[in-house]
C-alpha cells in the first residue's frame, strides 16, 4: 500500500474509532495480530479487548477526542501527533480508579502505527500522562516563579 493510503486509514482508525466510537469499525480496520506496545494495564491488545477499551475511555471521558495535528508516513508506518481532550466524568479502571474530577484534559501524544494488510497491526505511543495528572488535580503543579 502506499504512504498516502496507510495515512487514510490511520485518520479512518481515528476518527471512526475513537472520535465517533464506531467499535463495529475496529473489525475492518484493526489487523487480527495487532500488538500494542502501550504500557498501560487497560490497553487493548487485541481487537476485541480494543472494543471494551473504547467503552472504558468513554466511560471516563465521555467527550473524549483526538485531534489529529501531523500524520507523516515512511513505508508501512505512519507517525500521528495529536491532541487528546475531554472530561473526566467518569472511572477508567486499571488507569484513573478514582471518583470523577468534573475536570477537562488536553493531552499531547504520539503514535507510531504500522499498516499491514490495509489494517492497523501494531502501535507505539508516547503521551504527556504527567500534565494530564495536573491537570487532573492527582499531582500538584510547579509553582511559576518569575
Known sequence: MSTTENKAI????????????????????????FLNHDPTPVASRDPESMKQFIHTITQAFPDHHHAIEDLIAEGDKVVMR????GTHQGVFPGF???PPTGKSICQRQIHILRVRD?????HRVVR??????????????PEMTA
Open 10 to 33: 490511520v485518520r479512518r482508525f481515528y476518527e471512526e474509532v475513537f472520535n465517533q466510537r464506531n467499535v463495529d469499525a475496529i473489525d475492518e480496520l484493526v489487523h487480527p495480530e
Open 82 to 85: 495529536c491532541t487528546l481532550t
Open 96 to 98: 484513573l480508579d478514582m
Open 118 to 122: 490495509g489494517k492497523v497491526a501494531e
Open 128 to 141: 504527556d500522562d504527567l500534565a494530564m495528572m495536573q491537570q487532573l488535580g492527582l499531582i500538584p503543579q
